[in-house]
């Protein structure tokens, strides 16, 4: 079954950086476009960063544009989210997905940035 499996939040100050990892598991990884989405407390679910299966053109939310860098490992079955210049306002549940016949997401890993 499709396993998507997400490390590498934690607590940063502002300005700071962090790198998001999503290992997958469960289907053929080089095959799907790969995404990140984040939830901050209170609002809904949004789409921050896509990678389609070659790793070529992504896409980001335009608020996290030239901060956030999506790339993936199709060796590894994993993809990263490079995330610097981290504002409060990224504070939120950062989430991986994959549209599969219906779409999948691991369990999210908490960033919050406060100092």
């Known amino acids: 079954q499709v396993q998507l499996v997400e490390s590498g939040g934690g607590l940063v100050e502002p300005g700071g950086s962090l790198r998001l990892s999503c290992a997958a598991s469960?289907?053929?990884?080089?095959?799907?476009?790969m995404s990140w989405y984040r939830q901050a407390p209170g609002k809904e679910r949004e789409l921050v960063a896509a990678i389609p299966n070659t790793g070529g053109t992504t896409n980001y939310l335009d608020s996290v544009k030239g901060r956030f860098t999506i790339s993936r490992d199709n060796a590894k079955n994993t993809v990263y989210l490079q995330i610097d210049s981290l504002k409060p306002e990224d504070t939120a549940v950062y989430y991986c997905?994959?549209?599969?016949?219906?779409?999948?997401w691991g369990q999210g890993t908490q960033v919050t940035v406060s100092s």
């Open positions: 469960g289907f053929t990884f080089s095959r799907y476009a």
């Open positions: 997905s994959v549209l599969r016949v219906r779409r999948y």
